[in-house]
Nanobody
């Protein structure tokens, strides 16, 4: 069982930055892959960025060059640094973990980009 707790969401103006955190209840070294997804009202949940245990990252086209994934193995935490935020980035952001073919989700954190 893996529990994920997200934090760091909030209200930010266009062009601003936020850093989301996802703390895991187990060593993230034992997790095969982790990712951030987002879901805006009326839309399906979509992948934002992912990282494998080996460190291979993947970013969705809309966030390439603006968002950066990092991991702190000592803190068992995954981060999503979001820069140059746009109103279209407004959504609930969810952390996801794939461990031994089981998927785990956090409760989500709201990000609102508005002037």
């Amino acid at each position: 069982q893996v529990q994920l707790v997200e934090s760091g969401g909030g209200l930010v103006q266009p062009g601003g930055s936020l850093r989301l955190s996802c703390g895991a209840s187990v060593s993230i070294r034992t997790i095969d892959a982790m990712a951030w997804y987002r879901q805006a009202p009326g839309n399906q949940r979509e992948l934002v960025a992912s990282v494998t245990r080996a460190g291979t990252t993947n970013y969705a086209d809309p966030v390439k060059g603006r968002f950066t994934l990092t991991r702190d193995n000592a803190k068992d935490t995954l981060y999503l640094q979001m820069d140059s935020l746009k109103p279209d980035d407004t959504a609930v952001y969810y952390c996801n973990a794939d461990r031994a073919n089981f998927l785990y989700w956090g409760q989500g954190t709201q990000v609102t980009v508005s002037a």
